[in-house]
T-cell receptor, first 112, second 115 residues
Framework: AQSVTQLGSHVSVSEGALVLLRCNYS??????LFWYVQYPNQGLQLLLK??????LVKGINGFEAEFKKSETSFHLTKPSAHMSDAAEYFC??????????FGQGTTLQVKP | GAGVSQTPSNKVTEKGKYVELRCDPI?????LYWYRQSLGQGPEFLIY????????DSGLPNDRFFAVRPEGSVSTLKIQRTERGDSAVYLC?????????????FGPGTRLTVL
């Protein structure tokens, strides 16, 4: 069965600092992986997804994630945080029926 | 184009009442999903429709919860005899064909509060 673990429910960084949000997955089949972002009072928005091919995936707003099979990880990074990046971030893996299995989420706080 | 819409945005009801939550997916999307998000948690799957039929309802917590999609577009999630524990944000998502590589597009959610 698939599962997702996000280490760190809250991450705080200074504006301009590196953002690193951790996601580890468990999957019995080659995984596809998604990162979604949820801004306050808004729906979830896709940041990026890994399906096949290049293991370094670039998404919107300067975010990227690297699929590392040996580490069963799909960590999300951004070189320089912006105030507008403050939001909740969810890593997810789909089941074979397409339903998404989400991690618990990580709240990113960006300090001026 | 228009995204996924959900109505109402907020619903306050009393314990024991019946509620209906509506989802209008992106036009042409055959797959529709309902999730529930409790405070501080990630969304949890409830039910998945492929066209008019429920392809996977394994996430419905009990028989008080029911969902329909009679014409393969709009879906309604129905909750009978609501309980305080049903309070959550109910999210709807749609995707083009329901393949597990397809992006799911989410609506803004309905915040349900059961007093």
């Amino acid at each position: 069965a698939q599962s997702v673990t996000q280490l760190g429910s809250h991450v705080s960084v200074s504006e301009g600092a590196l953002v690193l949000l951790r996601c580890n997955y468990s999957s019995s089949v080659p995984p596809y992986l998604f990162w979604y972002v949820q801004y306050p009072n808004q729906g979830l928005q896709l940041l990026l997804k890994y399906t096949t091919g290049a293991t370094l995936v670039k998404g919107i707003n300067g975010f990227e994630a690297e699929f590392k099979k040996s580490e069963t990880s799909f960590h999300l990074t951004k070189p320089s945080a912006h105030m507008s990046d403050a939001a909740e971030y969810f890593c997810a893996v789909p089941s074979n029926t397409g339903k998404l299995i989400f991690g618990q989420g990580t709240t990113l706080q960006v300090k001026p | 184009g228009a995204g996924v819409s959900q109505t109402p945005s907020n619903k306050v009801t009393e314990k024991g009442k019946y509620v209906e939550l509506r989802c209008d997916p992106i036009s042409g999307h055959t797959a529709l999903y309902w999730y529930r998000q409790s405070l501080g948690q990630g969304p949890e799957f409830l039910i998945y429709f492929q066209g008019t039929g429920a392809a996977d309802d394994s996430g419905l917590p009990n028989d008080r919860f029911f969902a329909v999609r009679p014409e393969g577009s709009v879906s309604t999630l129905k909750i009978q005899r609501t309980e305080r524990g049903d309070s959550a944000v109910y999210l709807c998502a749609s995707s083009l064909a329901g393949r597990y590589t397809d992006t799911q597009y989410f609506g803004p959610g309905t915040r349900l509060t059961v007093l």
